[in-house]
Structure formats: C-alpha cells, structure tokens
T-cell receptor
Framework: SQTIHQWPATLVQPVGSPLSLECTVE??????LYWYRQAAGRGLQLLFY??????ISSEVPQNLSASRPQDRQFILSSKKLLLSDSGFYLC????????????FGDGTRLSIL | DQQVKQNSPSLSVQEGRISILNCDYT??????FLWYKKYPAEGPTFLIS?????DKNEDGRFTVFLNKSAKHLSLHIVPSQPGDSAVYFC??????????????FGKGTKLSVIP
C-alpha cells in the first residue's frame, strides 16, 4: 500500500532563517505531489504541485519554493523565513489521473519567532 | 473569491443521530467532489468522493449527495459516533485543462458528536 512521510512534525525557526521540509511517498510511481498550507482558522491553501520530476507549478506568490529532485520526493524551501510563513504545512500525493483523491501526510507545524 | 463554502463552522449532534454537513460551490467547472476528515495535528484523511455524473455515493455510514443545479453537496453520517468528532473539509476539482489535478477546499466544519 502507499504511504506518505513528512518531516519534521514540528519546527521552530527564527525570522530570516532558511527552511527545508521534505516529503516522500512509497508504494506508487509517478504520483502527483502537492504542498499545502493551513493558516489558523482557515482552509487548505495550495502552494505548489508537481506532475513529474522537475515540473513545479506555483499557485501563490511568496518567498517559498518547491523542488522535486526524485520521482517520489518533494521539498519545500525558503531562503529567508517571514513571520507570516507560520502555519501547518501539508504534503499530499495523488495518482496521475483525473478525479483522484489526494492523500495527505501528517503535516509540519512551523512556528516563526 | 471563495469557490467552495462551508457556511457552518461547527455542528453538534447526539450519538446515534444523523450528522449532515453542507457545502456550496460557485465554479460550474467543478466535476469531482470529495470529503475529508481531519483530527488535530494530523493531515486530512480522504472519506468519500462523488463525480458530477452521479447524485449520490454511499460508503458504509457515509453518504454524499450532490445537487448540481443548486451547486450544493452534503455529507450524511448515520449513525454518528463519538469517533466521528473532527473537522470535515469539502473539496472540489475540475478535470481537464490547466490545473486539472488541483482541489479547492472549504474552510471546514467542526463536528462534535455528544455521547
């Protein structure tokens, strides 16, 4: 069966520091991969998605970036974190076909001080 | 512009009774709809989905109804159990064209099932 791993579970970073969150999927090939952010009291906001290695689509302008160096690895990065980057970050995967559910990792709680 | 709306931020239901969670959407291009359940500090878990060619889909205690003319869908949980207490998110997607794999989520409804 397919599994998705996301780490770390919690992270506290100072303003201006870099960020790297990693997500890996097992048990499937060529999945679609997604990064979401959930701010307090709000829904899920899609940040990036990828349909293949090196293919990244950005949905929201921000100081974050994403990369997909391997088929089942998705990385969320920032060179300099802002206070507004605090939130709950979720990675998800889906089959590479239409009308497929997305399956989420357990998320990373990021706090910026 | 909120394309998927869950107008009730919270709902309380007695154990054993029916829970009805509602969702409205505005984008007529949406043709795939999903419900997710989320516990605190965890990622959302996929519950059930429905394609726009159907008006009902059932999986155990969970049934999703779709009314395309009203751009409305609902999730029925019967009977409700205390373990169903969680935040429920409605999501919608549009197949074909740019962004066809994307989902748009509502803000969620917190369901509390009272023993």
């Amino acid at each position: 069966s397919q599994t998705i791993h996301q780490w770390p579970a919690t992270l506290v970073q100072p303003v201006g520091s870099p960020l790297s969150l990693e997500c890996t999927v097992e048990g499937t090939s060529n999945p679609n991969l997604y990064w979401y952010r959930q701010a307090a009291g709000r829904g899920l906001q899609l940040l990036f998605y990828s349909v293949g290695i090196g293919q990244i689509s950005s949905e929201v302008p921000q100081n974050l970036s994403a990369s997909r160096p391997q088929d089942r690895q998705f990385i969320l990065s920032s060179k300099k974190l802002l206070l507004s980057d605090s939130g709950f970050y979720l990675c998800a995967w889906s089959e590479g076909r239409y009308n497929q559910p997305q399956h989420f990792g357990d998320g990373t709680r990021l706090s910026i001080l | 512009d909120q394309q998927v709306k869950q107008n009730s931020p919270s709902l309380s239901v007695q154990e054993g009774r029916i829970s009805i969670l509602n969702c409205d959407y505005t984008n007529s291009m949406f043709d795939y709809f999903l419900w997710y359940k989320k516990y605190p500090a965890e990622g959302p878990t996929f519950l059930i989905s429905i394609s726009s060619i159907k008006d009902k889909n059932e999986d155990g205690r969970f049934t999703v109804f779709l009314n395309k003319s009203a751009k409305h869908l609902s999730l029925h949980i019967v009977p409700s159990q205390p373990g169903d207490s969680a935040v429920y998110f409605c999501a919608a997607g549009a197949s074909g064209g740019a962004g066809s794999y994307q989902l748009t989520f509502g803000k969620g409804t917190k369901l509390s099932v009272i023993p």
